[in-house]
């Protein structure tokens, strides 16, 4: 019977989880070049980067998070963000000692979970770009590496052959380096360079960027993240003719600005979030045939435009970012679709599983009563109880003296007391 029971339960049970999981939502996957690594640039990256690297964690580039790592098991545990140092760190009261970032305001809601997701889904990091020695490099592009590196391997599939170029001037590269940019080769031996304004003291200025001029043949890769420049500014970089990679989130730039960028033929990624562009921005890179990746969360950029930049080039991809309201909606649209087939599965299998309850329940209690059955017939084969008819004329037998002597108890009555004689006179006794 105990199996009966048992199995009972494990069917009770199934439908409970079935109702309790019928319509799951599955988050969709994050990316962390695009999504996680901005928020790390945005919050982060000031004490964990290249110029500070405080509790010896630096999250400026994906190899300086990769190594921290494989060196610190509970920094980020893959699949599980409440084990996550990182994550933990992050979710802190307001005044805890420990809390990140340290000495600001907590990190906003909408970002933590970002970053919880992340972790959940098993903390991807974007991909060094395997195929140049650009992946054995340094850390010193800037705080948008990681973004550099992932974004270079996703357009180098198409295997395009790196320009040749000369090498730069010496002196032209310390005075970038004295207006606060970071300068290196693009890999060892290469004279192809990577510069960054990104970790600056100060934004970048006009009068900063205007030293790329003298090493415009050479710049490959550009970060002038937060930059502070005029659309005449901007103008230097149109000498860039080997410029393959742009950054230029949270910066001033404006849709003008984008302009100096047209004939920028080897242009493969830009980034632009956070910033003022709108529509008419992308106007002006309709012409860039190796434009691959265009990050535009943040901006006023529609989602038509996007949408219709995107379809000029086959493999390119116009990233609006996940919270933009058609884009959630859209996605929204399809979780509902997927759920709506997980619910008419769900409740199938529910109305089967109650089914196969309801028989069961009716088999348990068939069987139950059966056992007492058997149990009966054994005991009186045993002598431990009277066969069924002949108790109950015990019953019934003993039944009719108990009232008979009822009856017979009842008290008889006493007869009534003769009245005693009265004393006679004395008169009468002499």
């Not at 962390?32 to 500070?52: D, L």
């Amino acid at each position: 019977m105990w199996r009966q029971r048992c199995f009972a339960q494990m069917i009770f049970w199934q439908v409970v989880l079935l109702c309790c999981f019928a319509c799951p939502v599955q988050a969709a996957n994050i990316d962390y070049t695009e999504q996680v690594f901005p928020i790390f640039a945005e919050h982060c990256t000031g004490c964990h980067g290249e110029k500070k690297g405080l509790g010896k964690l630096r999250l400026h580039t994906v190899a300086a998070l990769q190594a921290k790592r494989s060196k610190d098991e509970k920094l980020i545990v893959e699949g599980k963000p409440d084990e996550s140092e990182l994550y933990q760190r992050l979710v802190l009261p307001a005044d805890h000692k420990k809390r990140m970032p340290k000495k600001a305001d907590p990190l906003p809601k909408e970002k933590i979970e970002l970053i919880r997701l992340w972790i959940e889904q098993g903390a991807v990091l974007a991909l060094a770009a395997a195929a140049t020695p650009a992946s054995e490099g340094t850390e010193d592009d800037g705080a948008d590496h990681g973004a550099d590196h992932g974004e270079e391997g996703a357009a180098k599939e198409e295997t395009l052959p790196l320009p040749e170029v000369v090498e730069a001037d010496p002196a032209a590269v310390e005075k970038l380096v004295a207006a606060g940019a970071q300068v290196s080769a693009l890999y060892a031996g290469s004279s192809l360079l990577q510069v960054s304004y990104a970790l600056s003291d100060e934004p970048a200025a006009d009068v900063d960027v205007a030293a790329l001029a003298a090493v415009a043949e050479q710049v490959y890769s550009l970060n002038l993240a937060k930059s502070q420049l005029s659309d005449q500014g901007l103008a230097v970089l149109s000498e860039l003719k080997n410029l393959t990679q742009l950054h230029l989130q949270n910066s001033s730039v404006t849709d003008s600005g984008l302009m100096h960028l047209s004939g920028l033929a080897g242009l493969q990624y830009l980034n632009v979030y956070g910033t003022a562009i709108t529509d008419a921005g992308l106007a002006h890179l309709e012409g860039l045939q190796q434009l691959r990746k265009l990050y535009v969360w943040k901006t006023k950029v529609s989602y038509d435009a996007a949408q219709r930049m995107e379809k000029m080039l086959a493999g390119r991809h116009v990233n609006l970012g996940f919270d933009h309201p058609v884009v959630a909606r859209k996605r929204l649209e399809k979780q509902l679709e997927q759920t709506t087939a997980q619910s008419t599965e769900s409740a199938t299998e529910l109305e089967k599983a109650k089914a196969e309850l309801d028989r069961v329940t009716k088999r348990n209690e068939t069987v139950t009563k059966r056992l007492e059955e058997i149990k009966n017939q054994l005991d009186v084969l045993n002598g431990v109880k009277k066969p069924a008819a002949e108790k109950q004329a015990a019953e019934e037998g003993k039944a009719e003296p108990a009232a008979e002597e009822g009856k017979a108890e009842e008290p008889a009555e006493e007869p009534a007391e003769e009245p005693a004689e009265e004393p006679k006179a004395d008169s009468e006794k002499t």
